[in-house]
């Protein structure tokens, strides 16, 4: 079966390189999968998950932060913000990013806080509790 090479990079390190029979990743107006002989494109995509599927049947998925994505000649390159293997998630620590996010946006009102970015936090937190409750017994 011919597969596609797969490189996920985020700012501190090569997450992730080998081949696969297709990746799926939270595009910005919905999810979208690469298989092989996909045209080529460059796309930004959202917080939610990495779904790498392999010639074996098995998967392997990763709560991701958004980023970008470059599709050409059958290789995949992706530059996430973020990205943690499932297994990896600390749900407890996620948890508590949950809820001091949400504390900072009940103080939005009180205190100068940027809500944007307390919205980003929450979301993050939000999709790697999700992910890690969905995912974590398939892993």
């Given at each position: 079966?011919?597969e596609?090479?797969i490189?996920i990079?985020?700012?501190a390190?090569?997450a992730?390189?080998?081949?696969a029979k297709?990746v ?10 690469v298989?092989?002989?996909h045209a080529?494109i ?10 790498i599927?392999f010639?074996?049947n098995?998967?392997s998925?990763?709560?991701?932060g ?7 000649n059958?290789?995949v390159?992706i530059l ?16 508590n ?6 504390n900072?946006l009940r103080?939005?009102?009180e205190e ?13 937190a ?8 969905k ?5």
């Amino acid at each position: 079966m011919a597969e596609l090479g797969i490189e996920i990079i985020t700012p501190a390190k090569v997450a992730f390189k080998g081949s696969a029979k297709s990746v799926t990743v939270p595009g910005t107006v919905g999810s979208f999968q690469v298989l092989y002989n996909h045209a080529p494109i460059i796309s930004t995509f959202e917080i939610g998950s990495i779904k790498i599927s392999f010639a074996d049947n098995k998967n392997s998925y990763f709560a991701t932060g958004g980023g970008t994505i470059e599709v050409l000649n059958n290789n995949v390159r992706i530059l996430a913000d973020s990205l943690e293997a499932i297994a990896e998630i600390d749900v407890d620590r996620a948890n508590n990013a949950k809820e001091r996010a949400i504390n900072r946006l009940r103080r939005a009102g009180e205190e100068k806080i940027d809500r944007q970015r307390a919205e980003l936090a929450l979301a993050r937190a939000d999709n790697r509790i999700k992910l890690f409750n969905k995912y974590f017994n398939a892993v």
